[in-house]
């Protein structure tokens, strides 16, 4: 028995010593995959020589911050290509800096292929391969607020993650954040990337939620927080440029400061943010420092000043022209933006504007606003400072109509022009210039609420166009509209400028270049019309109301006012013809009158406001006359019901007339006598159709009472037995019939049947058990029984 012992725990040690390295072993391998890799297959990074041997289109983690230790890299951070998949899994790098004689300086190289040492590949002739890949970050910080890292060249092309990328890239940036300190000698220089270079296949590249903070410093041009020179079709969602950007030359921006080649570099921005402030000489812009191709703004703020020492400055973007190999449908576009940063120019011949400097194609904003000061130069726009669309020798040919829209847009901003010669201001359209070209504006149910001022040199013998929507139209082959606007702003002139409330300088002619290339006048019509407009702003020339137009100067043309009101005392004239304007006074405006004959664009809330304003409640008449909010409180006391249908009544309204529905307002159940019941409208009378009484039976004996459960109508009557014996309440009959006596089964009652399943039971009295059931137990009872039996004999053999 001893023996027997012995050999079981030998056996049991044996596989215990066998078994458990293996499963230690096991969990060890595990352990280590685990740190390698992640769920992704991606390799983890935790060390600086790891991070700085990236190679390939490998995917790889990081694992932890990385802190370089202050190392100073020359030109890249990780020398090999690298074109993979980089996931900072939240993680940051930290502690390093670049210090670059060279261009395309940066983290990594994404200009030419390498070897894994960083030898560059080459073709069969000896050139180098172009990097032209998908390049991939994610959830990564370079640098922290408290120690932003360092990156500086002596050269050109330089940007955090790349100075140059080359030619058939993709970029996707999502949730990454830098802190740098950037400067540079050279140009093309970006808080991300330096210069991207054209992707033909026009794969859209992407900055996602990413965000840049700390200084750009610039000596040359094409200067940014993200890229500075892109050829790249790029969009930008939820992103953030907190960093001041700074060169002394031109082409600088929040975003991107210069995009080149064509149909390429088209740029999207979607709900994203500037706060830096940027500075430059000539084409300066919160998000753009100079476009060559479409651009879209959707929901997006600037909030960083704007300065320049030049020309072409914007809130938004500096400059746009499209570039010498003409396309058409090239359009700069803002939906849902907000400038609220100052923007500024040291420059007399600046052209300058809340969201965009200068226009060289067509442009369209959509319930966007400026509220910020805007000052300096020869044009000065609350939107946009001039609209100068440029003739070429194709767009003649293609005959494309370039066109300026604003819808719903604001000016609350200050404007304030400051030129030596004679410059041009307006509330929303600084300027239309003359080009010979065919082009189109439009300005719809915008307000101008920010003050017009020239701060020119009084001695200036050349007048400004002072206009509270355009400032000028001057010398354009097209058409000028203007309607549904109010201008509340005060306009103040010189004594030598032209003042009006909405057009400030109409000069617009046909065929103005004398070429023979321009097309005949009946293709051409110059139109010039303001439509529905109010002026409510004090106009001054000089200090006083002499020569100020409410609507429109005229000179060398005309145009057309219809329906336009302006209030009396703030202009000398209407002109235009004087026709289709008219002075109102404060008491006209106040009731609602003037609001009424402005149209369904204009509002005025009755009893409360003094003023309309656009897209405000509408005003309407009634028949009677008077005067009535489009959205009100209907007045429908003591006016009679009238049956609609059988789910409602109407009522007319006194304030508006119309006919109001509501729904019947019934009282209670009523019983009909005849077995039905039916409800009554309090109101207008109205009777519902009868339903039958839907009734409940409480047996009395010889006597049964039935109550309707909906009504509560109550009977008493006599039993009504069916052919078993049995009532409607239940109750059943006295006597015992023959089929009683013979099965003892009552007459009409069911024999019981049993209320379990089909199936073999063991009965015990009521009780049905299931014969599994049985099995089952009996087993356990058995063995029960057996292991009780066992444990008796062992210990039995034991004591003997």
């Not at 002596?154 to 940036?173: E, H, I, M, P, W």
């Not at 040199?457 to 082959?477: C, H, L, N, P, Q």
């Not at 959205?631 to 609609?644: G, M, V």
């Not at 509501?662 to 109205?686: I, K, L, P, S």
């Amino acid at each position: 028995m001893k023996k027997r012992r012995l050999v079981c725990a030998v056996v049991w040690l044996l596989l215990s010593a066998l078994l458990l390295p293996a499963l230690y072993v096991g969990t060890l391998a595990d352990e280590a995959a685990a740190d390698a890799t992640d769920a992704t297959d991606a390799k983890v990074i935790r060390t600086a020589a790891e991070f700085e041997a990236l190679h390939g289109d490998g995917s790889y983690r990081l694992g932890n911050d990385i802190d370089f230790g202050g190392k100073v890299y020359d030109r890249y951070v990780v020398p090999a290509s690298f074109w993979g998949t980089l996931d900072g899994g939240g993680y940051a790098l930290l502690n390093f800096s670049v210090r670059a004689t060279e261009e395309g300086a940066g983290i990594f190289n994404m200009e030419y292929e390498t070897e894994a040492d960083g030898t560059a590949k080459t073709d069969e002739e000896g050139n180098p391969i172009a990097a032209a890949h998908i390049y991939t970050v994610s959830n990564l910080t370079v640098g922290s607020e408290a120690h932003p890292i360092s990156v500086s060249s002596t050269s050109n092309r330089l940007g955090v993650f790349a100075g140059y990328v080359a030619d058939g890239s993709v970029l996707r940036f999502t949730s990454v954040t830098v802190y740098a300190e950037i400067t540079a000698e050279g140009q093309q220089v970006g808080g991300f990337l330096g210069r991207t270079m054209p992707n033909r296949l026009l794969e859209q590249s992407l900055f996602s939620d990413c965000a840049f903070y700390g200084t750009v410093t610039g000596k040359g041009a094409n200067v940014s927080g993200f890229v500075g020179y892109s050829a790249n079709p790029i969009r930008f969602e939820k992103c953030l440029n907190a960093g001041d950007i700074t060169s002394d030359t031109t082409n600088v921006a929040g975003y991107v400061g210069v995009t080149y080649g064509a149909k390429y570099c088209a740029l999207e921005f979607v709900d994203c943010r500037n706060t830096g402030r940027i500075s430059g000489l000539n084409c300066i812009g919160g998000f753009i420092g100079k476009g060559q191709y479409t651009a879209r703004f959707s929901r997006s703020v600037n909030e960083g000043e704007i300065a320049a020492s030049g020309t072409h400055v914007g809130g938004f973007v500096g400059y746009e022209k499209n570039t010498t190999d003409y396309l058409s449908g090239v359009t700069v576009s803002f939906d849902g933006c907000t400038n609220r940063g100052a923007v500024s120019s040291t420059s007399a011949g600046a052209t300058i504007g809340g969201l965009m400097g200068s226009a060289y194609d067509s442009v369209r904003a959509v319930d966007s606003v400026n509220e910020g000061k805007v000052t300096g130069g020869t044009f000065v726009g609350g939107i946009l400072g001039c609209f100068n669309p440029q003739q070429t020798s194709d767009s003649y040919k293609q005959n494309e109509v370039f066109t300026f829209t604003a819808t719903k847009c604001r000016n609350t901003g200050e404007l304030v022009i400051n030129c030596t010669g004679s410059g041009s201001c307006g509330g929303i359209l600084g300027a239309t210039s003359w080009s010979g070209i065919r082009s189109v504006a439009v300005v719809d149910m915008c307000t101008v609420s920010g003050a017009l001022r020239d701060e020119s040199a009084e001695e200036k013998t050349t007048a400004s166009r002072m206009g509270g929507i355009v400032g000028r139209f001057d010398k354009e082959v097209g058409e000028l509209t203007i309607k549904n606007s109010i201008v509340s702003a005060t306009i103040a002139g010189t004594a030598v400028d032209t003042v009006s409330g909405i057009l400030g300088y109409t000069n617009a002619t046909v065929n103005s270049d004398g070429s023979d290339t321009e097309l005949p006048e009946e293709t051409n019509p110059v139109v010039r019309r303001i439509e529905n407009c109010l002026l409510l702003g004090q106009l001054t020339r000089g200090g006083s109301t002499e020569k100020t137009a409410a609507m429109a100067t005229n000179y060398a043309g005309d145009g057309t006012l219809v329906n336009c009101f302006y209030l009396a005392g703030t202009a000398e004239k209407a002109e235009f013809g004087e026709s289709g304007a008219r002075a109102v006074t404060a008491e006209e405006l106040s009731g609602g009158e003037i609001a009424l004959l402005l149209g369904s664009a204009f509002g005025q809330k009755l009893g409360e406001e003094t003023l309309p304003s656009v897209g405000g409640n509408p005003v309407l008449r009634n028949a009677a006359g008077t005067l009535y909010n489009q959205i009100h409180t209907h007045d429908l006391a003591d006016s009679p019901f009238e049956r609609f249908n059988s789910g409602s009544h109407t009522r007319e309204c006194k304030i508006c007339g119309e006919k109001v529905r509501e729904a019947h307002r019934y009282g209670e159940m009523q019983d009909a006598g005849d077995g039905t019941h039916f409800r009554v409208c309090g109101d207008c009378g109205f009777e519902t159709s009868h339903q039958a009484h839907t009734e409940s039976y409480t047996d009395n004996g010889e006597t049964h009472t039935a109550v309707c459960s909906v009504c509560k109508a109550t009977r008493t009557e006599a039993h009504r037995w069916d052919e078993n014996g049995v009532c409607v309440c239940g109750a059943k009959k006295a006597a015992v019939s023959e089929e009683e006596e013979t099965t003892g089964t009552p007459s009409g009652e069911q024999e019981t049947k049993p209320s379990h399943a089909p199936g073999i039971y063991l009965v015990i009295g009521d009780c049905y058990i299931p014969l599994a059931v049985v099995i089952v137990v009996s087993v356990v009872l058995l063995a029960a029984v057996v292991f009780l039996a066992v444990w008796l004999i062992i210990k039995r053999r034991k004591r003997i």
